[in-house]
């Protein structure tokens, strides 16, 4: 069989989820890394694209990049796609075989702790702080990305102010307690939070009126400790 075939096979089996066929091509020796003619993604990007953990674990054990640049154009890290969509394994089994806990392909983009802190997603904060994902790292006031679309921003977004500006409430305390800084800009996000809930724009914004108070109480004290 052909190597083209043979990556063409392999990246089909990773992204329908068939880790016994991922398995057994990889023990007959199939590269992990090869790709078909024409085609710039691989096994592992199409495993975490599809949030296949058990074939993304296989992939890693077998030697793939952890820390690899996924999707059409390799416009975001692996890590950094799982992070926001609740893709708690797939994030560890990255983790577990050493992707860069802040990995991003430019200092413009938000970490992934940032975009699971915008999500409120506190296992997955949690996860990413215990394997050492900075809570005060920013992403650069040009474009932060979200899941739908990127908006335009004059200010760093960092892990707390995507909490607090989405009234995460849970997720802000776990922040302020491992060590992220209460600056100006997180009470910015919280007031431009609570406008939004107030005249009920919660699209980007889900918190109502009262979380907004209560995470707004909880980074004034905190600022008071600071």
């Known amino acids: 069989m052909e190597s083209n075939d043979i990556a063409?096979?392999?990246?089909q089996a990773a992204a329908s989820g068939n880790?016994?066929?991922?398995?057994e091509m990889l023990a007959s020796g199939a590269s992990i890394d090869l790709c078909e003619?024409?085609?710039?993604?691989t096994a592992l990007d199409q495993a975490v694209w599809n949030n296949h953990p058990e074939v993304v674990r296989i992939l890693l054990a077998?030697?793939?990049?952890?820390?690899?640049?996924i999707g059409e154009y390799g416009e975001t890290t692996a890590l950094r796609y799982a992070a926001p969509r609740g893709m708690h394994e797939v994030a560890r089994h990255l983790l577990d075989a050493g992707a860069n806990p802040d990995g991003r392909v430019g200092v413009d983009q938000s970490t992934p702790l940032i975009l699971a802190a915008a999500q409120g997603d506190v296992e997955m904060v949690q996860l990413l702080l215990d394997r050492g994902a900075?809570?005060?790292?920013?992403a650069e006031p040009q474009l932060v990305e979200g899941l739908a679309r990127k908006i335009?921003?004059?200010?760093k977004s960092s892990p707390l102010s995507s909490?607090?500006?989405s009234g995460h409430l849970e997720t802000v305390r776990l922040l302020l307690a491992r060590g992220a800084r209460p600056d100006d800009e997180v009470l910015e996000s919280?007031?431009?939070g609570m406008a939004r809930a107030e005249v009920g724009s919660a699209v980007r914004h889900p918190g109502s009126p009262r979380e907004f108070a209560l995470v707004r109480e909880a980074i004034e004290q905190a600022r008071k400790l600071a």
Do not use: F, H, K, W
Not at 8 to 11: G, I, Q, S, Y
Not at 62 to 69: F, K, S
Not at 134 to 138: C, K, M
């Open 8 to 11: 063409r096979m392999l990246r």
């Open 134 to 138: 900075s809570p005060n790292l920013t």
């Open 190 to 192: 919280v007031m431009t």
């Open 152 to 155: 335009a921003t004059s200010t």
């Open 62 to 69: 077998a030697g793939a990049d952890p820390d690899i640049e």
């Open 37 to 41: 003619a024409g085609v710039s993604r």
């Open 163 to 165: 909490a607090a500006g």
């Open 19 to 23: 880790s016994q066929q991922v398995a």
